[in-house]
């Protein structure tokens, strides 16, 4: 019975400390603002084997009223090697306010990642 507590607790704080791990990202992302329509998504792949970016979704909010402006979605399908780098652009249908905040976020197998640009 001893041997079973103690492997039972052996087993949990394995767990327990290969979660934290599990939580990090693979991909970073930086967005920066460009004039017009569209900002810029730079995606960097932080891990030692290749990764598939499947789609990225952009939500643009005006900073004077708090409200949605703009809702994008598009398919990458971009296999990124280990440290790659890749630079795409995420455009809105209609002009971004003078004041914006954009939420971008990039899905991939096994989960996504997501910046915020206050602009």
């Known amino acids: 019975m001893k041997l079973i507590i103690r492997s039972a ?4 704080f394995l767990v327990a400390f290969a979660f934290p791990s599990l939580a990090q990202s ?8 460009l004039s017009g329509t569209c900002v810029v ?5 932080l ?3 290749p ?7 952009l939500v643009v909010f005006d900073q004077n009223n708090c409200k949605k402006v703009c809702d994008s979605k598009i398919g990458l399908n ?12 995420l455009c809105c249908s209609h002009a971004l306010p003078a004041k914006y905040i954009a939420y971008v976020k990039i ?12 602009n």
């Open 9 to 12: 607790i052996g087993f949990l």
């Open 26 to 33: 693979k991909l970073a992302i930086r967005t920066a603002p």
């Open 41 to 45: 998504v730079s995606v960097k792949n």
């Open 47 to 49: 891990q030692t084997a």
């Open 78 to 89: 971009k296999d990124l090697k280990p440290c790659e780098l890749f630079r795409f652009k």
């Open 107 to 118: 899905f991939y197998a096994g989960g996504y990642s997501e910046d915020w640009l206050w």
């Open 51 to 57: 990764l598939n970016a499947s789609s990225a979704y």
